[in-house]
């Protein structure tokens, strides 16, 4: 992929205009708790209460919007393990396009239900031995349904860009942004509203420490595979991070940090306990990076994107009610 083919920030202004109007504003919540803790003004960016409880929903809807006439009949079809199966649900039921979800058999049970809720058809397969992308693409082929994919497209990624504009619009530049980093989607989009609008703001994508592909790929310069991994962040279990992604992540990206699974629980517990905010676990991941580096950041202006809350409530109760 060549530089030039690369989405810039005029697509994520475009993407924001496609969006006014139809996606919230999420709020900026802050934490005195957090910013005694770590000695740094934080500011959270709660995309857990973006329709369909995640920042999922930008992207797909800037993509389904850009649909021609006969896209739009044919339908989208999509693979997910969740949230991207919601965000293209609602953006197609709003726009009025028959949508087709993959996911995998142990997707949660809430955001199955979700899908199936926005009116999607939902096509299930095993995660663990299936190849969902080929799934994708023969029905793709054989239906004449577009593919979205759920990171690497510029209008995806375009879409998933505006969380860190509206953030950087209304807390102003910051030193440091963290965010958790699964495909790649939200990091390249945030990155280019940050070389944008606060071009000397370190920006930090975060993985599971369990499946720290991004990382490794950073490190080795070229985008590394590994086995899905097994975490609690199962919004970040991507095994390779995407062409256009990792090309705009490489040039831009300041490292990419960790989150053990007890370190997202125990964020998860912040958010609920301090600051009343469900959270799932993927959406923590942010908060868990900024901790592992926070002496870094004493006495700087930190921004953190709390990616999303769709996690089962049993679940959730289990996870924050277990003893610390
Ligand atoms: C999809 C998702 C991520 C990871 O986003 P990428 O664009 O794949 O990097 C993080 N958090 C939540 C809640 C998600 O749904």
Redesign the pocket.
Known sequence: MTQAALPTYADVEAAAARLAGVAHRTPVLTSRTINEQLGAEVFFKF?SLQRMG???FRGAYNALAQFNAEQRRAGVVAFSS???AQGVALAARILGIPATIIMPDDAPAMKVAATRGYGARVVTYDRYKEDREAIGRKLAEEGGLTLIP??DHADVIAG?GTSAKELFEEVGALDALFM????????SGSLLSAKALAPACQVY?VEPEAGNDGQQSLRQGSIVRIDTPVTLAD??Q?QYLGKI?FAIIQRDVTDILTGTDAQLVEAMRFFGSRMKQVV?P??A?GLAGLQNVADQWRGKRVGVIV??G?VDLARYAELVGAAA
Request: aromatic letters at 6%; zero cysteines.
């Open positions: 995309e995640a920042f999922k969740g949230n991207h759920p990171y998933q958790p980093l699964g495909g790649g989607g939200l990091l994508g919004g970040a991507t992604t799932e993927t959406g991941l990616s999303g769709n």
